[in-house]
């Protein structure tokens, strides 16, 4: 099992500032993953976090907006840039281990 | 087309009853399907998951895939309020690299 600790767990920003979320896995771990959740939508994939390379991005996502840093095998950061309103949503850490588990995610609000 | 659909609800039924909870998919090659639940200000968490067609029995929950007609299904007996959360269908894509696409996700209240 793996269990995910997520922070924060939600957060107001200003418009243009930008928010780095955590991500800590009580254990090592190969496959990390960041996803989106917007009311009404799909679970969608914003990139894959790999441990010592840069992250795979899904399309329509891009590095400039969706950093992402895995200095290690149990830590990640996701960090949403330059937020608009549109960016209001929970962002969630998700990880491969003998199934795939979830952060409890990180409650976006743009004003 | 989008590659998993479901009916996003909501979903109210009194406590006991039988719930189910569908998905259609587009792409007939898929084959491994998973429901996850998630309740209410936390993550989704894995529920079951099924490999090509037929029924797979956990409990209370039975996970059904008709493969001829793209159609996942979940079927929850003696439906409890503890159950209330939302429920995703995810499927596996495969070639290439394996990626969790899911549905909307169903949100199901039973009251009590």
Known sequence: ???????????????GTSLTIQCQVDS???????????PGQSLTLIATANQGSEA???SGFVIDKFPISRPNLTFSTLTVSNMSPED???YLCSVESDRRYFGDGTRLSIL | QKEVEQDPGP????????????CTYSNSAFQYFMWY??????????????????????GRFTAQVDKSSKYISLFIRDSQPSDSATYLCAILTQGGSEKLVFGKGTKLTVNP
């Open chain 1, 28 to 38: 090592q771990v190969t496959m990390m993953f960041w996803y989106r959740q917007q």
């Open chain 1, 56 to 58: 795979t991005y899904e």
């Open chain 2, 11 to 22: 979903l109210s039924v009194p406590e006991g009853a039988i719930v189910s909870l569908n």
């Open chain 1, 88 to 90: 209001s949503s929970i």
């Open chain 2, 37 to 58: 639940r998630q309740y209410s200000r936390k993550g989704p968490e894995l529920l079951m998951y099924t490999y090509s067609s037929g029924n797979k029995e956990d």
């Open chain 1, 1 to 15: 099992s793996a269990v995910i600790s997520q922070k924060p767990s939600r957060d107001i920003c200003q418009r």
